[in-house]
């Protein structure tokens, strides 16, 4: 929660999506997309998966439980935000986030890791299980305003 937080605030204070892609990195995080409209953090494992909700809470925290395969929306139909989606995924099994308005952007999420996904005018999100064959992912998540 503490790494998730710091990496928050961080595209906050810099006032922008934009300008938090060049900022320095935080510690324990990498860079692995940088694209004008979305900023993707993947950060190091946290010893707690709650996701307390903070001042710029939209939505959550909230639970999924997604099968093998499939892909479950986790929010739709929102006014166009700037917004970061927080997604801990405490299972052995990736997860592919999406965020959709404003373009679509995508990260997976590797299993026992908390990721989050930057967009502007995010509209909806969904997250779709690379579990093999029967097994089913599990996945915390919180929507907050980059504002």
């Keep these: 929660m503490k790494k998730t937080a710091a990496i928050f605030a ?9 300008r938090a ?3 320095d ?7 692995p997309k940088n694209d004008p409209r979305w900023v993707f953090w993947d950060c190091a494992p946290v010893p707690s998966f709650d996701l307390s909700p903070g001042g710029l809470t939209i939505s959550g925290p909230a639970d999924a ?10 929010f739709a139909g929102i006014s166009a935000v700037d917004a970061c989606l927080t ?3 405490p299972g052995v099994a990736p997860v592919v986030l999406e965020l959709v308005g404003g373009g679509t952007g995508t990260l997976t999420v590797p299993q026992r890791k908390v990721s989050v996904l930057c967009g502007v005018g995010v509209q909806g999100a969904a997250a779709t ?8 992912c599990r996945v915390r998540w919180r929507l907050d305003s980059t504002r």
């Excluded at 961080?10 to 934009?18: D, E, F, K």
């Excluded at 990195?25 to 860079?31: E, L």
């Excluded at 439980?65 to 986790?74: K, M, P």
């Design 10 to 18: 961080t595209a906050v204070a810099l006032g922008g999506l934009g």
């Design 21 to 23: 892609a060049a900022a």
């Design 25 to 31: 990195q935080p510690r324990g995080c990498d860079f």
């Design 65 to 74: 439980r997604i099968s093998a395969s499939a892909t479950q929306v986790l």
């Design 87 to 89: 997604l801990a995924n």
């Design 129 to 136: 299980c690379q579990a093999p064959h029967t097994g089913e």
